[in-house]
């Protein structure tokens, strides 16, 4: 089966950092990604990990295990536009993409 | 910028009659997706186009649900009879896929539909 996992809530404050976990359970596994979806509006592509690690772009940053099937996103300097949800998604191969539930990330100030 | 068009934007309808979404990938995607995004979950894969051929419609429910890319290019997504469980967003989406995997999906504003 196809399983991933992510905290359906966070609330974080305006400045600060916070990580939205994802774990995953698939049939296959190329590589990770991580969306960005504000309300009513189409998800956005963040980043895209195959390889262990961190990876970095401006104020965010993506990580995965492979042998741990998890990831996360890291969020730095939160801002008030970044209050959206966050889809963690799986390639599991062929060309297909799972997406988790997401995670609404409210920004407070 | 080269976008993904969908339409309508929005879409309200009655049980029992038919809908219609049309999708537009961005010019050269082989690869065409439709999802279904129920308020406060994920995109779900209804179904995934590779050039007009069908790869994955195993959670297209079927007896309702028709999709379409007869030319490679663009694509219908048809529910007949909608039902209430129907009303959600309608994502479509394109990638190029050509690093060996799907790539980055390139999503469309949506179809919200609205089942009364």
């Known amino acids: 089966g196809q399983n991933i996992d992510q905290p359906t809530e966070m609330t974080a404050t305006e400045g600060a950092i916070v990580q939205i976990n994802c774990t995953y359970q698939?049939?296959?596994?190329?590589?990770l990604f991580w969306y960005q979806q504000h309300a009513g509006e189409a998800p956005t592509f963040l980043s895209y990990n195959v390889l262990d690690g961190l990876e970095e772009k401006g104020r965010f940053s993506s990580f995965l295990s492979r042998s741990k099937g998890y990831s996360y996103l890291l969020l730095k300097e939160l801002q008030m536009k970044d209050s959206a949800s966050y889809l963690c998604a799986v390639d599991t191969g062929g060309f297909k993409t799972i997406f988790g539930a997401g995670t609404r990330l409210f920004v407070k100030a | 910028e080269a976008e993904v068009a969908q339409s309508p934007r929005y879409k309200i309808t009655e049980k029992s009659q038919a809908v219609a979404f049309w999708c537009d990938p961005i010019?050269?995607?082989?690869?065409l997706y439709w999802y279904r995004q129920i308020l406060g979950q994920g995109p779900e894969l209804l179904v995934q186009?590779?050039?007009?051929?069908?790869?994955?419609d195993s959670q297209l429910p079927k007896d309702r649900f028709s999709a379409e890319r007869l030319k490679g290019v663009d694509s219908t997504l048809k529910i007949q009879p909608a039902e209430l469980g129907d009303s959600a967003m309608y994502l479509c989406a394109s990638s190029s896929g050509t690093s060996g995997g799907p790539g980055e999906l390139f999503f469309g504003e949506g179809s919200r539909l609205t089942v009364l």
């Open positions: 186009f590779q050039d007009e051929s069908v790869v994955d």
């Open positions: 010019s050269g995607h082989a690869t």
């Open positions: 698939t049939s296959g596994f190329n590589g």
